[in-house]
T-cell receptor, first 113, second 115 residues
């Protein structure tokens, strides 16, 4: 079985500052890892995904994440945030046995002007 | 290409009633998954349908059920509603079925309020 832990429930950060949202997972099998963003009253939008290959993954809106197998982590980073990045961010893991995704509890990112 | 659509977007019901939510996947997608999102529990997997068959099921009581039609549209039903069923119900579609990676595309959700 897989599980995901997002270590920070809320992250306030000033505009143009860097940000890191932390995600750790546990799994006994090979995994696929994802970051989704959810804006108010909307569904989830895929930011980036790790399937295999390079451990540094680049996504949309300037976000990137690094897969670290030894630390079972998949932290999300952005070097300079904008007001429009204010949203809820979810880390998710999917095993190789189907479409079932396991989500973390989410991190609320608030960008302060 | 149109995205995943969910109807209705908002729903208010009373305890004991039942409700049916609908999801139309992206054209060509054959897999539909359902999730419940609440502030306390976060996003929880309900079930996944592929080719009209339930392939995976989360840890929810039997009051939660679903089905998929031949055109891949899916419905989920909740019977004997409880206050705790108030949540955002999200549907996600993907191109292929189980046993392989598939990117999931999410709809906007149906906000269910149980009074």
């Amino acid at each position: 079985a897989q599980s995901v832990t997002q270590l920070d429930s809320q992250v306030p950060v000033f505009e143009e500052a860097p940000v890191e949202l932390r995600c750790n997972y546990s799994s006994s099998v090979s995994v696929y890892l994802f970051w989704y963003v959810q804006y108010p009253n909307q569904g989830l939008q895929l930011l980036l995904k790790y399937l295999s290959g390079s451990t540094l993954v680049k996504g949309i809106n300037g976000f990137e994440a690094e897969f670290n197998k030894s630390q079972t982590s998949f932290h999300l980073r952005k070097p300079s945030v904008h007001i429009s990045d204010t949203a809820e961010y979810f880390c998710a893991v999917s095993g190789d046995t189907g479409n079932q995704f396991y989500f973390g509890t989410g991190t609320s990112l608030t960008v302060i002007p | 290409k149109a995205g995943v659509t969910q109807t209705p977007r908002y729903l208010i019901k009373t305890r004991g009633q039942q409700v049916t939510l609908s999801c139309s996947p992206i054209s060509g997608h054959r897999s539909v998954s359902w999730y419940q999102q609440t502030p306390g529990q976060g996003l929880q997997f309900l079930f996944e349908y592929f080719s009209e068959t339930q392939r995976n099921k989360g840890n929810f009581p039997g009051r939660f059920s679903g089905r998929q039609f031949s055109n891949s549209r899916s419905e989920m039903n909740v019977s004997t509603l409880e206050l705790g069923d108030s949540a955002l119900y999200l549907c996600a579609s993907s191109l292929r079925g189980p046993n392989s990676y598939n990117e999931q595309f999410f709809g906007p959700g149906t906000r269910l309020t149980v009074l």
